[in-house]
């Protein structure tokens, strides 16, 4: 399965070194909002692609399932977006930091919270 990861502190840092490390997963692309920490994460990396603007990676990386590490202020916009790409998203908790953000989830007919 091809998986990209947005965000490259300290979690989305660790789940892109896992998927790279999965047999079953290719790691083809990480988004982060720095350069710096795109450059960083290549450092380990080198073979990854990276981009520092969403809306870029989606039109170009071909991940079929995105990871979603980014600040938690972030979760819900970006997973909004990924998901009305089409995308298969695994969002890291929390959801957000209110309730009255995580709802819109449940409107969703393809979300399931597990």
């Known amino acids: ?3 990209a990861v947005v965000g490259l502190g300290r979690f989305g840092r660790l789940h892109s070194l896992t998927v790279a490390g999965l047999a079953e997963a290719d790691l083809v692309g990480v988004v982060a909002r720095r350069s710096e920490s795109v450059e960083a994460l ?3 990396l080198p073979d990854v692609p990276g981009w520092i603007d969403l809306e870029v990676a989606l039109s170009e990386c ?3 399932a995105w990871v979603v590490a980014s600040t938690t202020a ?3 916009p ?6 009305e790409a089409g995308k298969t998203v695994l969002l890291e908790k929390p959801i957000s930091g209110t309730w ?3 709802s819109w989830s449940h409107s969703w007919p393809r979300v399931r919270q597990i």
């Not at 970006?78 to 998901?83: P, V």
């Open 74 to 76: 972030s979760h819900v």
């Open 78 to 83: 970006i997973t909004r977006r990924l998901l």
């Open 100 to 102: 009255k953000s995580e």
């Open 62 to 64: 071909d991940a079929e």
């Open 1 to 3: 399965m091809k998986v």
């Open 42 to 44: 290549q450092e380990e």
